[in-house]
């Protein structure tokens, strides 16, 4: 069994070019996921019901933005908490990233998200942390894919010297709270669009307002509007250019590889990519002998869970020190 230590880890992290994939179990502790859910959009009798449930998620999503719109405490604390593990998570790699010595790697970090909310956004609002969500413009904000290619420098006022600014790519590839679709186009959101009484109505009436929330519904269908619809293809397909870049690093967190459509991407570049390296934070304690992640077919994917109920909290803790100390003796089998 090949196995990985937490130096190997430190040194793959400071010299590879960054990306991470998150999934829901990061938003866990506010936004529950919706379990079954798929099998009930798939089924006519129960599609609506279903999309109502996605629905009150997503309309309990505002509340990153604006707290007020939180009435239960105990909700409340949840969301803090919530928000303070994003906090922690995003200033880890801000500061990881920004202390890089190699010149050969850049101070980017692709985020990948299946997650509509917005918690990612608004931690780097209020830390100060730069990133791009795929939006330009002022006024009108507009989305496009093309913008996640632009890079940023720091220029000095003395001597013109330049240097990278560290910079957070988010491509959000089942779309977002924030978006709204207007003209053919994606504008930017804060939520307002999204109406507040959804739930309250039925048939036609719900289906037309509810085919306005720009997001994939988690459905059959999923795939092929994934495929089919340019900004969600063009987004996979910066997931699966970035993956092929030499010495790639891919850190997985919250998702369970159940979207069939992204799991089929992965293990494509895993084949053709020997230089990429995947790191799989697994939430529960892996059964190697089912290995349903396919390991060992995969020699550049290593799975780490060192104990049961390994939660968003305990991987931030996690990563955080590995670059405090480190201890050969700590290493972790595939």
């Known amino acids: 069994m090949k196995s990985i230590d937490k130096k190997e880890l430190k040194e793959i992290i400071q010299s590879g070019h960054m990306n ?8 866990l502790d506010y936004l529950s996921t919706l379990r079954d859910i798929e099998d009930r959009m798939n089924v006519e009798e129960t599609r609506e019901q279903a999309q109502k449930e996605y ?5 309990k999503s505002k509340a990153i933005l604006d707290d007020k719109l939180e009435t239960f405490e105990k909700e409340k604390s949840k969301l803090n908490k919530t928000k303070e593990n994003y906090d922690a998570f995003l200033s880890f790699w801000a500061n990881t990233i920004s202390s890089r010595s190699l010149h050969i790697v850049n101070k980017q970090v692709n985020i990948f998200t299946t997650n ?24 009108i904000q507009s989305f496009s894919s093309s913008n996640f290619n632009k890079i940023q420098k ?30 053919g186009k994606i504008i930017y959101s804060n939520g307002s669009h999204i109406p507040n009484d959804l739930d309250t ?43 092929e870049k030499e010495n790639s ?21 895993m ?43 305990k991987t931030i803790s996690f990563l955080s020190n590995i670059f405090i100390y480190h201890n050969d003796s700590d290493h972790y089998e595939k």
């Open 20 to 27: 991470i994939l998150l999934g829901s179990g990061c938003s």
């Open 55 to 59: 629905y009150k998620q997503i309309q």
């Open 116 to 139: 509509f909310d917005m918690f990612i956004e608004e931690s780097c609002e209020r830390l100060g942390i730069m990133y791009n969500d795929g939006f330009a413009g002022r006024i």
């Open 154 to 183: 720091y220029k000095s006022l003395q001597f013109d010297n330049t240097s990278d600014i560290t910079l957070f790519n988010l491509i959000k590839v089942h779309g977002s709270l924030s978006w709204q679709e207007k003209d």
């Open 201 to 243: 109505k039925s048939g036609k009436a719900f289906e037309t307002e509810y085919n306005k929330i720009v997001v994939i519904n988690p459905n059959a269908e999923k795939h092929f509007e994934t495929v089919l619809d340019t900004n969600y293809a063009s987004m996979l397909r910066k997931f699966t250019l970035e993956l």
């Open 249 to 269: 690093v891919l850190v997985i967190i919250g998702f369970s590889l159940a979207d069939k459509h992204i799991k089929e991407l992965l293990y494509g570049v």
């Open 271 to 313: 084949k053709s990519n020997p230089t990429l390296v995947v790191i799989y934070f697994s939430f529960s304690e892996y059964d190697y002998t089912l290995d349903k992640l396919e390991i060992k077919k995969n020699p550049n994917l290593y799975v780490i869970s060192p104990e049961p109920d390994f939660t968003f909290e």
